[in-house]
């Protein structure tokens, strides 16, 4: 539960915070009012829901783990503290207000997608593999489950992977010129096996999300879009679905009879020295693999993180998003906004994935047929 | 009278902090009404502008580039904030004081790679031997602790920066 | 047992011979920070927390360890003595590493309540960051070098409570550190009955509970009864 | 009385000194101390023993003696009887060693210890027989009036007169504090303890740039013997220790002799000069730890444990050594008390000026021509002892700072050259007497670098065990390094203040407090060559290596 | 948690008659506690220095625990816990030596013999050890090898001094 909590604070961040300037605004408009203000004052409704549903997310995690940001919560063997009856009862009573929110931007979003038709052609179309967690029946998971991959038609390549075999699956390379290593699907080799993870990765991999009103989404936006959509630009309406999804599923839990049992809390001694763990973050799959010695100190850890994986695709998606807009040696602002804004389509976090780079520099380079340099832009 | 100029700044933080601004929830609209963000995570201004009235600085100061925007950053700002143990006390990202970058870079890059192990080339900011807290490099006027601060703490040391008070977060606030 | 008359922060106050000013003045509810001090050990005087100014001398007193006398005027708050005590707090959280967001000790630890006691928001000196151990090998707790503060409460208690004298420190200078037996591992020592005072005494993350994590605060002192029981006695 | 050596000249066992039978006309005594045996002293005693037996001079001696204070033209000879002095008497230089047989014989040679002002200018009251006595014969130290002061107490004097004699001598603890001698005497006096108090000689000395307690050890150890069995008397204590360093083996070979003789002949032992009072002493070898030179330190590692001080009070005179009253005195103070009762309080307090009364040892070093140990009155001028008794600075260079009391003192600058040495100038001065290291610096020593060399010592040996001196003292030492390589600021300047006046406020015991001295004193008086580094980037006496500054700048290290 | 070891024997395996040594200084000390660091003094002389066995030896002979034991031994510089080379080269740090030179003097037998203070060079040869005053301040910068104190030495002194080792 804490889990879709966070996706769906994530979600609200990424969606309202720093995609609806492009998408409300236009993204040719004024960069100075292209933002988060911008949007308040221009459908300040909008921006209510936005907020609104970040704080439905974050409060869950508050009276779970104590405080928003880094919650003390999930201990080794379970989590700390039971849950009570008036905790629970106060989230059940945000539920509705935040079901109607999320709705209602879903509809917005449909109503104006036909808008962004050009952008959805061109920011980040291709074909690519897709991986994510799900449950043995098709239903799409996101903290238990096994890792399926599926290419562009749909063809799985892989199934049933239990996450401990992620380095069978997976393999990661180094680019000179970013701290952010690129994950490869290994069958494939590199740089052939990109794949993407996330919310549009995991619509394609799961048969279905498991929830009515989710799936009635889900239906609509496969009609739309076909069974395995390959834009990037779908991640946003992806997100929205999400949002949907995890309010419905934190409702069936909450509701289960047994949600109060005081038996949260597992104890053992260190009795294996390895362990892989393996969820579905907002931003896509997320694994930790730790190595402990007998006396249960790490010694050793490995973290793919959700960015990573999607890191070739990001470049891929902006090579493409950028041959497209930037025509001869003019480029107008909007254009470069575009190149930024199918960035922004995966969410990426930068902080968390590499944790050395905190800003985007942008420079683009404009070379003619022959490759000698016509001009420089960086923003 | 123009509205205060507010900027935010992430160097090697995890950006907690800034997500501990936005847990402000609707109070954030208060404040965005009563200052213009000039720069930072939620506006799309990429040169960091001059006469900044308050910038709110999050992260430790760890690379040639976090050094660079740091002292840009001082140059053109009239009250620095150190937002969030990171930036207060290098926290987290100081903990590799202790074996150096070399260490770290090896083990990420080298160590743990499938194919074609290098160390990241010229093109990305190299680290620097020790990760300091921002008031280790330039002058810092009001400090935050906290891991992360509060959305209340921010919002109320906004508040008084912006009613033109002194903030006091000493024996309020601790770290971690 | 006579009893002496004497000024607390310009409050007459009344002790019996013999006891220190710390006690007097928490008596009459008048706060002294302290963090070797802990009621029931023996006094050592060692973090200068506590000391205090007496009238007519220039020396400053540590309350813990001074007897008081017939007429003594202290002072416990003053400016100076305020920036002293931030600067000793300031000077043991550069001395190791004490990252408190990711302490097991989190929101659980005298010394970060000390931070904001003193008033402390960030450190002037630089972190001289030493490389520190974790010692894992007992079967139920582990000692983290990195976030000890040598206030030795766990040496005191394995001696004159306990009585295995397990713990002692080695070394000098900035260099001591706590050593179980001949410098072995925790786990490995034939003299520690894993009775866990140590554990309960430590005022930071130093000491803790294996597989007892931050959202799992643990019990603190005032449960240990024998402690008060044992008030001052020394061996 | 054992008889005196005999004068056969068969093959000595020990190399004994060579006493004629008949009366002796002149006598070379050879000194012996740890300076000029390192210079193969031995050799020039067998060597002066074999010309004289050789030359057929009945009627000298070749005496073996402890230090005669001018080691820096070691080694050294003395004629007492003719009051001459001969220097760099070197082992294989056969020129100097006739010199000083045909000086024996009757001829010249020399220098007249009465005109030389290395030795005119000194009262000797502790050293007064140093380089007189055999320091491994008892008989010679009884033979110039060893342990009368002791039998004249004991079987004269009550405790309280001895405690009158010693008050009334205006002496003060010769260690570095300078407590009134008298009244810590009469505190473990007053303190009655059935199971018995103690009387402790430290002997620690662990100043750098200090071997006054060592000569002394080496050269006169009954002295310090019969002044702690007098303190013993005076207090009420039958047991003592003498705490040594475990750096000065001689000091102990010559203090263990010492003892075996003194009780042998009945000195030392249950019943002294056949009095009701007895006095035995022990020693306690140190294992290198500056901090033990504290009371409290001491007592804890005499006690076998870790040298960790102990809050005062309760202070040792009350509750020191295994809880019992405990008198702690240094090895000067205790060497002049044998001095004291001989000749009177009157006598001793007619010496030195003020309310510093008597005589210091103090041992000149560094760039000074005249190194060595050598005692004065107190309230001689800096400018006497370093010019006029250390001769000045070796090839004319140019004086800059003397620095006393070591590791807790500091550095007394040009314009203080005429401020009298005692205990308040000192003091005001921003130094303290210490325990009488004295090192002249000339100008190629960099101040700084002397403040960081002082911090660093005071780091390693500061005892860990309080917060403001085990980690004050390593950031202290952090910040002048900083300094001392161009890459400090003015506020970090600022931070030193503000942290040196904390760490003398709030540390434990005197390690701690006195660690910032020297800093606070280099920047009393040589302010401007801080600045030179922090602001210029320049060490004035090139000593300190400043590092580059773009490098600096590009690591974070300093700010633009 | 591992079988707990069992206890270490009384006393170690003292084939060597050197320990008698020891025992003697022990049992003229009455086997007091706060006899430790005249053992520990007795020991070094004995053995050169101080390893785990004979701390644990004394510890167990004196009835001092073990943590008390290492703690004492590690507090003084004099003690050392590792075989010692077979000359020692102590090079004095005092204040008289150091402004006359001795940190040049340190260096420069870095150089030659490639340690620092307190290391030992590989072949065993020679300790190196940094005192804090020897008392010869007279005679600064000095040096004691095996002993024998040297006087007024320049750092080419020294060098010829240790190859002639």
């Not at chain 2, 402000?24 to 000039?38: A, S």
């Not at chain 3, 080695?170 to 706590?178: P, V």
């Not at chain 5, 003292?14 to 086997?31: F, N, Y």
């Given at each position: 539960?804490?889990?879709?909590?966070?996706?769906?604070?994530?979600?609200?961040?990424?969606?309202?915070?720093?995609?609806?300037?492009?998408?409300?605004?236009?993204?040719?408009?004024?960069?100075?009012?292209?933002?988060?203000?911008?949007?308040?004052?221009?459908?300040?409704?909008?921006?209510?829901?936005?907020?609104?549903?970040?704080?439905?997310?974050?409060?869950?995690?508050?009276?779970?783990?104590?405080?928003?940001?880094?919650?003390?919560?999930?201990?080794?063997?379970?989590?700390?503290?039971?849950?009570?009856?008036?905790?629970?009862?106060?989230?059940?009573?945000?539920?509705?207000?935040?079901?109607?929110?999320?709705?209602?931007?879903?509809?917005?979003?449909?109503?104006?997608?036909?808008?962004?038709?050009?952008?959805?052609?061109?920011?980040?179309?291709?074909?690519?593999?897709?991986?994510?967690?799900?449950?043995?029946?098709?239903?799409?998971?996101?903290?238990?489950?096994?890792?399926?991959?599926?290419?562009?038609?749909?063809?799985?390549?892989?199934?049933?992977?239990?996450?401990?075999?992620?380095?069978?699956?997976?393999?990661?390379?180094?680019?000179?010129?970013?701290?952010?290593?690129?994950?490869?699907?290994?069958?494939?080799?590199?740089?052939?096996?990109?794949?993407?993870?996330?919310?549009?990765?995991?619509?394609?991999?799961?048969?279905?999300?498991?929830?009515?009103?989710?799936?009635?989404?889900?239906?609509?936006?496969?009609?739309?879009?076909?069974?395995?959509?390959?834009?990037?630009?779908?991640?946003?309406?992806?997100?929205?679905?999400?949002?949907?999804?995890?309010?419905?599923?934190?409702?069936?839990?909450?509701?289960?009879?047994?949600?109060?049992?005081?038996?949260?809390?597992?104890?053992?001694?260190?009795?294996?020295?390895?362990?892989?763990?393996?969820?579905?973050?907002?931003?896509?799959?997320?694994?930790?693999?730790?190595?402990?010695?007998?006396?249960?100190?790490?010694?050793?850890?490995?973290?793919?993180?959700?960015?990573?994986?999607?890191?070739?695709?990001?470049?891929?998606?902006?090579?493409?998003?950028?041959?497209?807009?930037?025509?001869?040696?003019?480029?107008?602002?909007?254009?470069?906004?575009?190149?930024?804004?199918?960035?922004?389509?995966?969410?990426?976090?930068?902080?968390?994935?590499?944790?050395?780079?905190?800003?985007?520099?942008?420079?683009?380079?404009?070379?003619?047929?022959?490759?000698?340099?016509?001009?420089?832009?960086?923003? | 009278?123009?509205?205060?100029?507010?900027?935010?700044?992430?160097?090697?933080?995890?950006?907690?902090?800034?997500?501990?601004?936005?847990?402000?929830?609707?109070?954030?609209?208060?404040?965005?009404?009563?200052?213009?963000?000039?720069?930072?995570?939620?506006?799309?201004?990429?040169?960091?502008?001059?006469?900044?009235?308050?910038?709110?600085?999050?992260?430790?100061?760890?690379?040639?580039?976090?050094?660079?925007?740091?002292?840009?950053?001082?140059?053109?700002?009239?009250?620095?904030?150190?937002?969030?143990?990171?930036?207060?006390?290098?926290?987290?990202?100081?903990?590799?004081?202790?074996?150096?970058?070399?260490?770290?870079?090896?083990?990420?890059?080298?160590?743990?790679?499938?194919?074609?192990?290098?160390?990241?080339?010229?093109?990305?900011?190299?680290?620097?031997?020790?990760?300091?807290?921002?008031?280790?490099?330039?002058?810092?006027?009001?400090?935050?602790?906290?891991?992360?601060?509060?959305?209340?703490?921010?919002?109320?040391?906004?508040?008084?920066?912006?009613?033109?008070?002194?903030?006091?977060?000493?024996?309020?606030?601790?770290?971690? | 047992m006579s009893v002496l008359t004497l000024t607390i922060?310009?409050?007459?106050v009344a002790g019996q011979t013999g006891h220190t000013i710390l006690q007097v003045a928490r008596e009459n509810?008048i706060?002294i920070p302290t963090l070797c001090h802990l009621q029931g050990l023996s006094d050592v005087g060692a973090c200068r927390l506590c000391v205090v100014e007496v009238e007519g001398q220039r020396k400053l007193f540590p309350a813990c360890v001074t007897t008081i006398d017939e007429g003594m005027k202290v002072t416990v708050?003053?400016?100076?003595l305020?920036?002293h005590r931030?600067?000793i707090?300031?000077?043991?959280?550069?001395?190791?590493?004490?990252?408190?967001?990711?302490?097991?000790?989190?929101?659980?630890?005298?010394?970060?309540?000390?931070?904001?006691?003193?008033?402390?928001?960030?450190?002037?000196?630089?972190?001289?960051?030493?490389?520190?151990?974790?010692?894992?090998?007992?079967?139920?707790?582990?000692?983290?070098?990195?976030?000890?503060v040598l206030c030795t409460r766990c040496v005191r208690v394995c001696d004159e409570i306990e009585g295995a004298h397990t713990w002692d420190v080695m070394g000098r200078g900035?260099?001591a550190?706590l050593i179980?037996?001949?410098?072995?591992?925790?786990?490995?020592?034939?003299?520690?009955?894993?009775?866990?005072k140590c554990?309960?005494v430590?005022p930071?993350?130093?000491?803790?509970?294996?597989?007892?994590?931050?959202?799992?605060?643990?019990?603190?002192r005032?449960?240990?009864?024998y402690l008060v029981a044992h008030e001052g006695r020394t061996r | 009385?054992?008889?005196?050596?005999?004068?056969?000249?068969?093959?000595?066992?020990?190399?004994?000194?060579?006493?004629?039978?008949?009366?002796?006309?002149?006598?070379?005594?050879?000194?012996?101390?740890?300076?000029?045996?390192?210079?193969?002293?031995?050799?020039?005693?067998?060597?002066?023993?074999?010309?004289?037996?050789?030359?057929?001079?009945?009627?000298?001696?070749?005496?073996?003696?402890?230090?005669?204070?001018?080691?820096?033209?070691?080694?050294?000879?003395?004629?007492?009887?003719?009051?001459?002095?001969?220097?760099?008497?070197?082992?294989?230089?056969?020129?100097?060693?006739?010199?000083?047989?045909?000086?024996?014989?009757?001829?010249?040679?020399?220098?007249?210890?009465?005109?030389?002002?290395?030795?005119?200018?000194?009262?000797?009251?502790?050293?007064?027989?140093?380089?007189?006595?055999?320091?491994?014969?008892?008989?010679?130290?009884?033979?110039?009036?060893?342990?009368?002061?002791l039998?004249?107490a004991v079987?004269?004097m009550t405790p309280a007169e001895v405690l009158g004699e010693v008050s009334r001598s205006g002496i003060r603890g010769r260690g570095g504090a300078g407590y009134p001698t008298g009244l810590k005497w009469t505190t473990v006096a007053k303190t009655d303890s059935p199971q018995g108090k103690y009387v402790v000689c430290n002997g620690d000395e662990g100043d750098?740039?200090a071997?006054?307690d060592?000569?002394v050890l080496?050269?006169?150890p009954?002295q310090v013997l019969e002044g702690m069995a007098i303190a013993g008397y005076a207090v009420g204590a039958n047991h003592g220790y003498v705490y040594v360093r475990a750096?000065y083996?001689?000091a102990v070979?010559?203090l263990?002799?010492?003892i075996?003789?003194a009780e042998?002949?009945?000195?030392l032992g249950p019943r002294i000069?056949?009095t009701s009072f007895g006095f035995d002493v022990e020693i306690r070898i140190g294992a290198g730890a500056f901090v033990c030179g504290e009371e409290t330190a001491l007592i804890a590692s005499i006690e076998g444990g870790r040298g960790t001080p102990r809050p005062r009070p309760p202070y040792p005179a009350a509750s020191g050594l295994w809880g019992k009253p405990t008198l702690i005195n240094n090895v000067e103070t205790l060497a002049s008390i044998p001095?004291i009762i001989?000749?009177?309080a009157?006598?001793?307090?007619?010496?030195?000026?003020?309310k510093?009364?008597g005589?210091?040892?103090?041992?000149?070093?560094?760039?000074?021509?005249?190194?060595?140990?050598?005692?004065?009155?107190?309230?001689?001028?800096?400018?006497?002892?370093?010019?006029?008794?250390?001769?000045?600075?070796?090839?004319?260079?140019?004086?800059?700072?003397?620095?006393?009391g070591g590791p807790s003192?500091?550095?007394?600058?040009?314009?203080?050259?005429?401020?009298?040495?005692?205990y308040?100038?000192?003091a005001?001065?921003?130094?303290i007497m210490g325990s009488g290291?004295?090192?002249?610096?000339?100008?190629?020593?960099?101040?700084?670098?002397?403040?960081?060399?002082?911090?660093?010592?005071c780091?390693?040996e500061s005892c860990g065990k309080c917060v403001p001196c085990r980690?004050g003292t390593?950031?202290?030492?952090?910040?002048?390094?900083?300094?001392?390589?161009?890459?400090?600021?003015?506020?970090?300047?600022?931070?030193?203040?503000?942290?040196?006046?904390m760490v003398r406020d709030t540390s434990l015991c005197g390690l701690g407090q006195g660690s910032?001295n020297?800093?606070?004193?280099?920047?009393?008086?040589?302010?401007?060559?801080?600045?030179?580094?922090?602001?210029?980037?320049?060490?004035?006496?090139?000593?300190?290596?400043?590092?580059?500054?773009?490098?600096?700048?590009?690591?974070?290290?300093?700010?633009? | 948690?591992?079988?707990?070891?069992?206890?270490?024997?009384?006393?170690?395996?003292?084939?060597?008659?050197?320990?008698?040594?020891?025992?003697?200084?022990i049992?003229r000390l009455g086997a007091r506690p706060d006899a430790l660091i005249e053992v520990l003094h007795?020991?070094?002389?004995?053995?050169?220095?101080?390893?785990?066995?004979?701390?644990?030896?004394v510890s167990?002979a004196l009835g001092v625990p073990p943590s008390r034991v290492l703690g004492v031994a590690t507090f003084y510089s004099h003690f050392?816990?590792?075989?010692?080379?077979?000359?020692?080269?102590?090079?004095?740090?005092?204040?008289?030596?150091?402004?006359?030179?001795?940190?040049?003097?340190?260096?420069?037998?870095?150089?030659?013999?490639?340690?620092?203070?307190?290391?030992?060079?590989?072949?065993?040869?020679?300790?190196?050890?940094?005192?804090?005053?020897?008392?010869?301040?007279?005679?600064?910068?000095?040096?004691?090898?095996?002993?024998?104190?040297?006087?007024?030495?320049?750092?080419?002194?020294?060098?010829?001094?240790?190859?002639?080792?």
């Amino acid at each position: 539960m804490l889990n879709l909590a966070q996706i769906v604070q994530s979600h609200a961040l990424s969606f309202f915070y720093l995609s609806s300037p492009d998408l409300l605004l236009g993204f040719d408009s004024d960069p100075a009012l292209r933002n988060l203000v911008g949007v308040a004052r221009q459908t300040p409704d909008l921006a209510r829901d936005g907020v609104a549903l970040r704080r439905f997310g974050q409060r869950i995690i508050e009276r779970l783990g104590g405080k928003r940001i880094h919650p003390a919560w999930v201990v080794p063997g379970g989590v700390s503290r039971p849950l009570d009856a008036s905790e629970r009862d106060s989230i059940l009573a945000e539920i509705p207000d935040a079901r109607e929110r999320a709705h209602r931007t879903l509809e917005w979003f449909k109503k104006n997608v036909a808008s962004w038709t050009e952008e959805a052609a061109h920011f980040g179309d291709f074909p690519s593999l897709y991986m994510g967690l799900v449950h043995e029946g098709g239903n799409a998971a996101y903290s238990d489950g096994l890792l399926r991959v599926v290419d562009s038609s749909g063809w799985v390549m892989a199934d049933g992977v239990d996450p401990r075999a992620y380095d069978e699956y997976l393999g990661e390379t180094v680019e000179p010129w970013s701290y952010l290593k690129s994950t490869y699907f290994k069958p494939l080799g590199y740089p052939a096996g990109i794949y993407r993870v996330g919310p549009l990765a995991r619509l394609n991999v799961a048969e279905r999300l498991g929830t009515s009103a989710a799936d009635a989404e889900l239906a609509e936006y496969r009609d739309r879009l076909g069974r395995y959509p390959s834009s990037s630009f779908h991640y946003h309406y992806a997100r929205l679905i999400e949002i949907v999804h995890c309010i419905d599923v934190i409702d069936e839990i909450l509701s289960r009879p047994d949600i109060l049992d005081p038996h949260v809390r597992a104890r053992a001694q260190i009795n294996r020295n390895e362990g892989v763990g393996v969820s579905e973050a907002p931003r896509g799959v997320l694994i930790h693999h730790y190595k402990v010695d007998d006396d249960g100190l790490v010694e050793w850890v490995n973290l793919v993180i959700a960015t990573g994986h999607n890191n070739l695709a990001m470049n891929r998606s902006v090579l493409q998003t950028a041959r497209h807009y930037i025509k001869g040696d003019q480029v107008k602002e909007g254009m470069l906004n575009r190149v930024e804004a199918v960035i922004r389509c995966y969410d990426p976090c930068l902080s968390c994935s590499t944790h050395a780079v905190g800003q985007m520099p942008l420079e683009v380079d404009i070379r003619d047929a022959e490759g000698s340099l016509l001009r420089q832009v960086s923003r | 009278m123009s509205k205060p100029r507010l900027a935010t700044i992430w160097l090697d933080g995890c950006s907690g902090c800034h997500m501990s601004l936005l847990d402000m929830d609707e109070r954030l609209f208060d404040i965005t009404e009563r200052v213009d963000i000039v720069y930072g995570a939620l506006v799309d201004v990429k040169e960091f502008p001059e006469d900044v009235d308050v910038t709110l600085v999050e992260g430790a100061i760890s690379s040639e580039d976090d050094l660079r925007k740091i002292y840009e950053v001082r140059r053109n700002t009239r009250v620095l904030v150190s937002l969030g143990d990171c930036a207060v006390t290098s926290n987290v990202p100081g903990m590799r004081n202790q074996i150096g970058p070399a260490a770290i870079l090896e083990r990420a890059y080298l160590e743990n790679v499938t194919i074609n192990p290098q160390l990241p080339g010229p093109m990305v900011p190299r680290l620097l031997a020790m990760s300091r807290p921002v008031h280790a490099v330039v002058k810092v006027d009001v400090f935050v602790p906290g891991c992360p601060p509060s959305a209340d703490l921010i919002h109320s040391v906004l508040d008084d920066l912006i009613s033109g008070r002194v903030p006091v977060t000493a024996g309020v606030t601790c770290f971690g | 047992m006579s009893v002496l008359t004497l000024t607390i922060e310009g409050r007459d106050v009344a002790g019996q011979t013999g006891h220190t000013i710390l006690q007097v003045a928490r008596e009459n509810g008048i706060a002294i920070p302290t963090l070797c001090h802990l009621q029931g050990l023996s006094d050592v005087g060692a973090c200068r927390l506590c000391v205090v100014e007496v009238e007519g001398q220039r020396k400053l007193f540590p309350a813990c360890v001074t007897t008081i006398d017939e007429g003594m005027k202290v002072t416990v708050n003053s400016e100076r003595l305020a920036a002293h005590r931030r600067r000793i707090v300031e000077l043991l959280f550069t001395e190791r590493n004490h990252i408190c967001s990711v302490c097991v000790a989190d929101r659980n630890c005298e010394l970060q309540d000390l931070a904001v006691e003193v008033g402390l928001t960030h450190f002037d000196l630089p972190l001289l960051s030493p490389q520190a151990v974790v010692d894992a090998t007992h079967e139920r707790f582990g000692i983290d070098h990195n976030r000890c503060v040598l206030c030795t409460r766990c040496v005191r208690v394995c001696d004159e409570i306990e009585g295995a004298h397990t713990w002692d420190v080695m070394g000098r200078g900035t260099e001591a550190r706590l050593i179980t037996d001949m410098g072995i591992p925790w786990g490995d020592s034939n003299t520690c009955t894993s009775c866990g005072k140590c554990v309960q005494v430590c005022p930071t993350g130093a000491l803790f509970e294996k597989g007892r994590s931050v959202a799992e605060a643990r019990r603190r002192r005032p449960y240990l009864p024998y402690l008060v029981a044992h008030e001052g006695r020394t061996r | 009385m054992t008889e005196a050596g005999t004068p056969t000249p068969a093959r000595r066992r020990r190399q004994e000194s060579l006493i004629p039978a008949g009366p002796v006309r002149a006598s070379a005594h050879v000194c012996m101390a740890a300076g000029c045996l390192s210079m193969q002293a031995d050799t020039v005693f067998d060597s002066l023993c074999e010309r004289v037996t050789a030359r057929g001079l009945t009627d000298v001696a070749v005496k073996r003696v402890g230090c005669l204070g001018l080691c820096a033209a070691g080694p050294l000879v003395a004629v007492p009887e003719m009051g001459r002095m001969y220097d760099h008497v070197a082992a294989g230089d056969d020129a100097a060693l006739d010199g000083v047989v045909d000086g024996l014989a009757g001829g010249e040679g020399g220098r007249q210890t009465a005109t030389d002002p290395f030795f005119s200018h000194q009262v000797k009251v502790v050293l007064e027989h140093c380089g007189q006595i055999d320091p491994e014969r008892v008989e010679d130290y009884v033979a110039v009036g060893g342990y009368e002061s002791l039998t004249k107490a004991v079987t004269t004097m009550t405790p309280a007169e001895v405690l009158g004699e010693v008050s009334r001598s205006g002496i003060r603890g010769r260690g570095g504090a300078g407590y009134p001698t008298g009244l810590k005497w009469t505190t473990v006096a007053k303190t009655d303890s059935p199971q018995g108090k103690y009387v402790v000689c430290n002997g620690d000395e662990g100043d750098p740039g200090a071997f006054m307690d060592r000569s002394v050890l080496e050269s006169s150890p009954q002295q310090v013997l019969e002044g702690m069995a007098i303190a013993g008397y005076a207090v009420g204590a039958n047991h003592g220790y003498v705490y040594v360093r475990a750096e000065y083996p001689l000091a102990v070979k010559r203090l263990t002799t010492a003892i075996r003789q003194a009780e042998h002949a009945g000195l030392l032992g249950p019943r002294i000069a056949d009095t009701s009072f007895g006095f035995d002493v022990e020693i306690r070898i140190g294992a290198g730890a500056f901090v033990c030179g504290e009371e409290t330190a001491l007592i804890a590692s005499i006690e076998g444990g870790r040298g960790t001080p102990r809050p005062r009070p309760p202070y040792p005179a009350a509750s020191g050594l295994w809880g019992k009253p405990t008198l702690i005195n240094n090895v000067e103070t205790l060497a002049s008390i044998p001095a004291i009762i001989g000749r009177g309080a009157e006598w001793y307090s007619a010496i030195g000026s003020g309310k510093s009364l008597g005589t210091k040892v103090f041992a000149l070093a560094g760039s000074v021509v005249n190194t060595g140990l050598i005692e004065v009155p107190l309230g001689l001028t800096l400018r006497e002892i370093v010019f006029d008794i250390g001769g000045g600075l070796p090839g004319g260079g140019k004086f800059k700072a003397v620095q006393t009391g070591g590791p807790s003192g500091g550095c007394m600058p040009e314009s203080l050259l005429d401020m009298s040495v005692d205990y308040e100038s000192l003091a005001q001065a921003g130094s303290i007497m210490g325990s009488g290291g004295m090192i002249v610096m000339d100008d190629g020593t960099c101040m700084v670098d002397v403040a960081k060399f002082f911090m660093d010592f005071c780091r390693e040996e500061s005892c860990g065990k309080c917060v403001p001196c085990r980690v004050g003292t390593t950031q202290m030492y952090h910040l002048l390094d900083r300094i001392t390589r161009g890459l400090a600021s003015r506020d970090e300047l600022g931070e030193l203040e503000s942290l040196a006046g904390m760490v003398r406020d709030t540390s434990l015991c005197g390690l701690g407090q006195g660690s910032p001295n020297p800093v606070v004193s280099t920047l009393r008086y040589f302010r401007d060559e801080y600045m030179a580094h922090i602001d210029d980037h320049v060490c004035p006496a090139g000593v300190c290596k400043m590092e580059p500054r773009e490098a600096a700048l590009a690591a974070g290290e300093v700010a633009p | 948690m591992t079988v707990a070891a069992a206890a270490p024997p009384a006393s170690p395996p003292r084939d060597d008659k050197r320990w008698r040594q020891v025992d003697v200084r022990i049992r003229r000390l009455g086997a007091r506690p706060d006899a430790l660091i005249e053992v520990l003094h007795t020991v070094q002389e004995v053995f050169g220095y101080l390893d785990d066995d004979a701390l644990s030896y004394v510890s167990e002979a004196l009835g001092v625990p073990p943590s008390r034991v290492l703690g004492v031994a590690t507090f003084y510089s004099h003690f050392v816990r590792k075989p010692q080379g077979e000359h020692t080269c102590v090079v004095c740090m005092g204040t008289a030596c150091y402004i006359n030179g001795a940190g040049a003097i340190l260096s420069r037998i870095h150089d030659t013999l490639g340690i620092d203070a307190g290391g030992t060079t590989p072949d065993g040869q020679i300790s190196l050890l940094r005192a804090r005053c020897l008392g010869a301040c007279s005679m600064a910068p000095a040096v004691v090898i095996d002993d024998e104190v040297h006087g007024r030495l320049s750092p080419d002194g020294v060098q010829q001094m240790l190859e002639a080792l």
